[in-house]
Each structure stands twice: as C-alpha cells, then as structure tokens.
C-alpha cells in the first residue's frame, strides 16, 4: 500500500530518474511546487546563516544542489503547459506561477545571498576555483544586481510585483495566441476550392473536419494546414481567409478577452519600469548586459549594416515575383496572400520542382535515421531508441551513447501539432548535466516541432497500414535546428550546473550549434541518405537535388529583410519607445513597426496586419531585446561551417572534434566569443554569412 506522506506518492517530488509524466496530474502540482519552495526557502535561510562560510562548497554548491530540483520539478510543469495546454494544466500551471516568480525574485533581491557570492570572489579561493566555477560565481554577481539586489528596501516589494506581473502577462500573452489559433477554422465544401492542395493537406482536412462533424474539409492556422494553403491553394479567397485569420490572430478583430493589444503595451510598460528602477536607460540596455553585444548602438549598426546589403536583393527578388505573377499568373495586384503562392510557382518555373515533389523523399524513418547518422559521424556518439514515460502517445525517446556504450544524454522528439500544443519549434531542457559527488547525472533535453503527422494508409484501406509523415525540406531543416539546441544541451562535459549545456551562454550565441546543424540539410550524401520516396522508396535524383541547391537562395534577400524587420522591431521597441510618453502622443508599437518597414521591409502588409499580437519570441519567450541573436549567431554559424568547407569535408573529423570541444561541450563555462576564437583562431567575419546567403554580387 503506497504512503501518501511518502515524497515518491507525488511523481513531481521523485528526482531518482526521469519524470513521471505516466502518473503526473494537474493535482499533484500545487502541494509539490509548495513543498519545494517551503525546501528551497529553508535552504536559503540556513546559506545565508552568518554561520554558513562563503565558500564554494559549503554555499554556492549547496545553493545550485537545491535549487536544482524545485526547477527541475517546476520544468516539468511548465512543459507540459506548453504541450498539453488542456483546461486543467493550464489551471495548475497559472495557479503556481505567481509563486514561483514571486520566489525567484525574492532569491535574485537577496542581499545576504548576493555578499556571499561577492565574498567568494573576493577571497583566495576564488583563484583555486575551476574555470566554471569562477564563471558561475561572476554571472550570479551580474544576475543579482540584475535582479535588483542593489535596489533600497523600499523599492524591492515594487520590483519583485513586476516581476510577477510579467510572468503571468507572457503565459496569459502564449495562451492567447494558442486559442486564437484553435478557435479560427475555414470549412470547405466546394472542392473546386481546394484545386492545387497535395493529396495528404486534402486529406488531413478531410480527417479533421469528420473529426469535427462537418461535411467538406476543415482548415485551420495550425502551420501543417495553413502553410500549404498559402503556398499550393489555387483558390486566392482561401489564402486571403487563412491569411487574414493569422495575421489578425489575438488582436482587437476577434474576442476581446483574447487581445494581446493591452498586454503588450502592459509589458513594455512593466520592462521600462524595472530598467529605470535598476538603473539602466530602458529595457535593452537591461537584456544585453548578458550578452555578447556590448550595446544597443553595436547592435542596431549590425542590423541597419545587414539591412543596408540584404535589401538591393530583396528589391530584385520582389520586382522578379511581381513580374511573374502579373505575366504568368495574372495577379497584377500581387498581395501578401498571393506572395507564398506565385514564389512556388516561380521556383517550379525557374528550377523545374516543386516543394510538394520535394516533400515526397522525405519520410519521417528516414529523416530522422539521416539526422542520427549525422551526429553520430561529427561527434562519435550512437543514437539509439530509448524507453520512458511520455506525455502522450506521438512522443519518442532516445538516448546518446559513447561508442563504448557509456550514457552521455537521453531526449524526447515530440514531432506532430495538436491542438494542445503551442506553435513553433523549440528545444528545452528536462535534467541539466552536473555532478554531485561520485553521481554524475546526464543531461536530457525536450525537441518540440509541429509537423504534420502521418496521414492515410498504405494501401487506402482504413485498417491498412499506416503511411509515413512526409516532411518538407523546411521541416527537415527545422528538425536540424532544434537538434542543434539538443546537442548543445546534450553533449557538454561541463559538471557544474550554472554552466553546463545551455546555462551560462550568452543568449545571441545559443543560436550557433542550431544553425550551424541546418547546414547538412544542404549536403548531397546527407540528403541522398535520409530520402526514400514515400511510394517508390527511392532515393532523392542527383539532378532533382541540384535544383533545389540553385534554388537554395530563391529570395533569400526577402527572408532575410523579414528577420531584420523583426529585430529592428524588437530592439527599438525596448529602446527609442517609452511606451507611457509615446502612447500619451498616440504613438503605438504599430508605429514603430510600420516605420522599420519603410525602412527595410520592399513590400507592405494590409493596415490590418497585426504581427506583434502573436510575436511570442519576444512577448511570452526569452527573445526580448534579442530577436536580433538569430542573425548575430547566424554569422558566427556560417564561420563556424566555414572551417569544414576549408577541410574540404563536411565530416572533417579533426575539425568536427575541435568543434565539439571548443563549442559544444565547454557549455556556458567560458564567453562565447572566447569559445569562438579558441576553434576559429580569430574574431567572426560576416563573409561566410553572405556567401551562404547568396548575397554577394558575381
């Protein structure tokens, strides 16, 4: 008979292996998130005892040992917020979250914690420490005077409310845009509406509307239904309808209790506030102090200087797609809904294949023995299926080995959209490499994606068998790039939890291992190896590849004005806007949207076009002031591959090790830039960027 007094009855209290997410309930969540903090907040008080010495061992050790857990636990919680974001879960998570910002800011004020902390750098231990160790105490100096240690007494209740405040705003900003997205749906029943879709969007749509009960075929904003139907629909009122749906997603033009409009004048409010408060002249000044970029200024010179190369192609691209479209299509109008569509016409044109062709080769049991084959020639690992307890049935474990068969890391590859499921792909953390003791415990790590799962059987009966999930090169490429976040995660030899894996490195560097992996989506014997037509089972054609390597830059000016209208929106939002004086003027941070695309953008969205409603990198992520760290990361990622490209082999064994070495496995334990230099032998140059980019004129 199980104890219920026991810990262990709890699945969140039980840190002996992996999460229970077999047993794990929205219930258990209030008392063990409330007897963590009960622990965490002992702890702290016993650390910060006058008659605890200031010493790594006897308090920065303890300190990271005990906090682990609480996070630990916490992690799980907010994981499955994200992946099974049911009624119930969402409760519990936001019934908890109030309390555990309201501790993390108590922690980060803690003046008795933070001289400890100064005292340990400030003695002649410091010198004797690990390189790590030295590291984690200067960023945990940093972390405190960033968390308002410093502030007088009266001002910290002001700062720690802010703090909590923010929290709920970004999880109520996430949900929102999550039931905005579930609650649009375009039903179809004139099939003449669904001329030009592939055979397997048709019938995803098809399933989903029977699911629903409705006749015709249902399409909604999730990315595996709308994507294709901007790209292949020949029906321009169904683009149009799902176009407008997601561009007006969580804005004043549907249910007013799902606008983000209020919330995100509310945080840029909320941020100000606590820069101000800390000193700082406004919130980027605040996100930077952590990171690689030594300014604001630096990093909007970087922006407007890539701006500045990337928009002469841009131009050229647009005038080639307007002039195709009005001679080929007949769209002399060509509107934001028609963009997607007369580029895949154009690229079927111009390079004689289409994305949907391409789509076919790509099996999900290929892709992924393709990707393992990669990590597994770079880093002399084996990748192997694994077993755990899931959060629900789509979900897979694996786990990464020493040729030797010595555990190095397990994951989780949760690849297909639900509807509970927020958008986008990411990489998070589950249990963090560190070592305690003679215990050394391994890192795993969550991959996230929202694919399209498998659709129809094989033969066409209903109880035949199933067909594979076809990805398209993007979602390949996506899948690399989360991987990337993984192995960053998973193969770090670092011990100390401040900085081991993704701790401690600089958020405009945590982009690097992730865009450096989307490289080999682009190498002919990676490709040829994890393709197999979904009917025929044949390899990718040489010929059929080479095109899609022409077409490898097909408007890469375009995409890359987008991302930099989206950092220059980003940083000027958290820097030129006060969101209290600009406001009272009748200034909104459409205002400052719509001047960056004058700017840099070579076509305008409608006036109705609300972007910034669903822009959760920065609203509800960790990306504020830091979207700009995709294309800062992204220099030093095509650096990076550079030195594979000079060996003249994308599995140089000598330089594939370095890398892991200098990169990947020395974690947050030294600057990124350092990391850098030390496997480059020099500072990043923007050359290899452009190159890769094909923005460079013949």
């Given at each position: 008979?199980?104890?219920?007094?026991?810990?262990?009855?709890?699945?969140?209290?039980?840190?002996?292996?992996?999460?229970?997410?077999?047993?794990v309930?929205?219930?258990?969540?209030q008392?063990?998130?409330?007897?963590?903090?009960?622990?965490?907040?002992?702890?702290?008080?016993?650390l910060?005892?006058?008659?605890?010495?200031?010493?790594w061992?006897?308090?920065?050790?303890p300190?990271?040992d005990?906090?682990?857990?609480?996070?630990?636990?916490?992690?799980?919680?907010?994981?499955?917020?994200?992946?099974n974001?049911?009624?119930e879960?969402?409760?519990a998570y936001?019934a908890?979250?109030?309390?555990?910002s309201?501790?993390?800011?108590?922690l980060?004020?803690?003046?008795?914690?933070?001289?400890?902390?100064?005292?340990i750098?400030?003695?002649?231990e410091?010198?004797?420490?690990?390189e790590?160790?030295?590291?984690?105490?200067?960023?945990?100096?940093?972390?405190f005077?960033?968390?308002?240690?410093?502030?007088?007494e009266?001002?910290?209740?002001?700062?720690?409310?802010?703090?909590?405040?923010?929290?709920?705003?970004?999880?109520k900003?996430?949900?929102?845009?999550?039931d905005?997205?579930?609650a649009?749906?375009?039903i179809?029943?004139?099939p003449?509406?669904?001329?030009g879709?592939?055979?397997?969007?048709?019938?995803?749509?098809?399933?989903?509307?029977?699911k629903?009960?409705?006749?015709?075929?249902?399409f909604?904003?999730?990315?595996?239904?709308?994507?294709?139907v901007?790209q292949?629909?020949?029906?321009?009122?169904?683009?149009?309808?799902?176009?407008r749906g997601?561009a007006t997603?969580?804005s004043?033009?549907?249910p007013?209790?799902?606008d983000?409009?209020?919330?995100?004048?509310?945080?840029l409010?909320?941020?100000?506030e606590a820069?101000?408060?800390?000193?700082?002249?406004?919130?980027?000044?605040?996100?930077?102090?952590?990171?690689?970029?030594?300014?604001?200024?630096?990093?909007?010179?970087?922006?407007?200087?890539?701006?500045?190369?990337?928009k002469?192609?841009?131009?050229?691209?647009?005038?080639?797609?307007?002039e195709?479209?009005?001679?080929e299509?007949?769209?002399t109008?060509?509107?934001?809904?028609?963009?997607a569509?007369?580029?895949?016409?154009?690229?079927?044109?111009r390079?004689?294949?289409?994305?949907?062709?391409?789509?076919?080769?790509?099996?999900?049991?290929?892709?992924?023995?393709?990707?393992?084959?990669?990590?597994?020639n770079l880093?002399?690992?084996?990748?192997?299926?694994?077993?755990a307890?899931?959060w629900?049935?789509?979900?897979?474990?694996?786990?990464?080995?020493?040729?030797?068969?010595a555990?190095?890391?397990?994951f989780?590859?949760?690849?297909?959209?639900?509807?509970?499921?927020?958008g986008?792909?990411w990489?998070?953390?589950?249990?963090?490499?560190?070592?305690v003791g003679?215990?050394?415990q391994?890192p795993?790590?969550?991959?996230?994606?929202n694919?399209?799962?498998?659709?129809?059987?094989?033969d066409?009966?209903?109880?035949?068998q199933?067909?594979p999930?076809?990805?398209?090169?993007?979602?390949?490429?996506?899948?690399?790039?989360?991987?990337?976040h993984?192995?960053h995660?998973?193969?770090?030899?670092?011990?100390?939890?401040?900085?081991?894996?993704?701790?401690?490195?600089?958020?405009?560097?945590?982009?690097?291992?992730?865009q450096?992996?989307?490289?080999?989506?682009?190498?002919?014997?990676?490709?040829?190896?994890?393709?197999?037509?979904?009917?025929?089972?044949?390899?990718?054609?040489?010929?059929?590849?080479?095109?899609?390597l022409?077409?490898?830059?097909?408007?890469?000016?375009?995409?890359?004005?987008?991302?930099?209208?989206?950092?220059?929106?980003?940083?000027?939002?958290h820097?030129?806007?006060?969101?209290?004086?600009?406001a009272?003027a009748g200034?909104?941070?459409l205002d400052?949207?719509?001047?960056i695309?004058?700017?840099v953008?070579?076509l305008l969205?409608p006036?109705?076009?609300?972007?910034?409603?669903?822009?959760?990198?920065?609203?509800a992520?960790?990306?504020?002031?830091?979207?700009y760290?995709?294309?800062?990361?992204?220099?030093?990622?095509?650096d990076?591959?550079a030195?594979?490209?000079e060996?003249g082999?994308?599995?140089?064994?000598a330089?594939g090790?370095?890398?892991?070495d200098?990169?990947?496995?020395?974690?947050?334990?030294?600057?990124?830039?350092?990391?850098?230099r030390?496997?480059?032998?020099?500072?990043?140059?923007?050359e290899?960027?452009l190159?890769?980019?094909?923005?460079?004129?013949?």
């Open positions: 008979m199980t104890d219920t007094n026991s810990p262990l009855a709890n699945p969140l209290l039980d840190f002996s292996g992996l999460p229970r997410f077999d047993t309930t929205p219930g258990d969540v008392p063990a998130i409330g007897e963590l903090l009960t622990r965490a907040r002992t702890l702290v008080e016993r910060t005892d006058p008659a605890t010495e200031a010493r061992a006897t308090f920065a050790a300190l990271a005990g906090i682990e857990e609480f996070s630990r636990a916490w992690g799980v919680v907010g994981h499955l917020h994200s992946v974001d049911v009624p879960w969402r409760e936001n908890m979250l109030p309390e555990v309201r501790f993390f800011a108590e980060g004020q803690n003046l008795a914690l933070f001289a400890k902390y100064k005292a750098r400030d003695s002649a410091f010198a004797g420490l690990s790590a160790q030295q590291r984690i105490v200067d960023n945990e100096i940093r972390d005077r960033l968390s308002g240690a410093e502030l007088p009266a001002d910290k209740p002001r700062f720690q409310a802010i703090q909590e405040e923010l929290a709920s705003l970004a999880a900003f996430s949900e929102n845009v999550l905005a997205t579930n649009f749906a375009e179809i029943t004139d003449a509406e669904i001329a879709l592939p055979a397997d969007v048709v019938e995803a749509a098809r399933a989903a509307a029977e629903a009960g409705v006749e015709g075929w249902k909604t904003l999730h990315m595996p239904s709308y994507l294709p901007l292949y629909a020949d029906s321009r009122r169904l683009r149009a309808a799902l176009y997601h997603r969580a004043e033009f549907g007013a209790e799902l983000n409009t209020p919330l995100i004048r509310r945080i409010e909320l941020r100000r820069a101000r408060m800390l000193g700082f002249g406004d919130y980027a000044e605040v996100s930077l102090a952590a990171k690689m970029a030594e300014s604001t200024a630096q990093v909007e010179t970087f922006l407007r200087d890539l701006a500045g190369k990337a002469p192609f841009a131009e050229r691209d647009l005038v080639a797609l307007k195709f479209a009005a001679q299509l007949g769209l109008d060509i509107e934001p809904w028609d963009l569509y007369a580029s895949e016409k154009l690229r079927e044109q390079y004689s294949f289409s994305e949907q062709e391409v789509k076919e080769y790509f099996t999900e049991p290929k892709v992924l023995a393709g990707l393992f084959g990669v990590i597994e880093f002399s690992v084996r990748v192997l299926p694994d077993s307890p899931v629900h049935e789509d979900v897979r474990f694996y786990r990464i080995e020493t040729p030797a068969g555990l190095v890391g397990q989780y590859l949760d690849l297909y959209a639900r509807e509970t499921k927020r986008g792909a990489m998070d953390e589950a249990i963090t490499r560190r070592r003679d215990y050394l391994t795993v790590a969550y991959l996230n994606c694919f399209p799962r498998p659709v129809g059987t094989v066409g009966k209903a109880d035949g199933p067909r999930a076809t990805f398209s090169h993007d979602d390949v490429i996506t899948l690399f790039h989360e991987t990337g993984g192995l995660h998973l193969l770090t030899r670092v011990e100390e939890l401040g900085v081991s894996g993704i701790h401690g490195v600089e958020w405009d560097a945590v982009e690097l291992p992730s450096f992996m989307e490289n080999y989506c682009w190498e002919w014997h990676v490709v040829r190896g994890m393709s197999a037509h979904i009917d025929t089972g044949e390899a990718l054609p040489r010929a059929l590849f080479e095109r899609m022409a077409a490898k830059n097909f408007q890469s000016g375009l995409q890359a004005v987008r991302q930099l209208e989206f950092s220059l929106f980003d940083l000027l939002l820097s030129a806007y006060d969101p209290v004086a600009d009272a200034r909104t941070p400052v949207l719509a001047d695309r004058r700017e953008a070579v969205p006036p109705w076009q609300r972007f910034p409603n669903s822009f959760s990198h920065i609203f992520g960790g990306y504020a002031a830091g979207y760290s995709y294309k800062w990361a992204e220099v030093l990622s095509a990076c591959y030195a594979f490209e060996a082999d994308p599995f140089d064994a330089t090790s370095r890398f892991l200098e990169i990947l496995s020395v974690g947050g334990s030294r600057p990124a830039l350092d990391s850098f030390a496997f480059r032998g020099r500072d990043p140059a923007v290899a960027l190159r890769h980019s094909g923005m460079v004129e013949n």
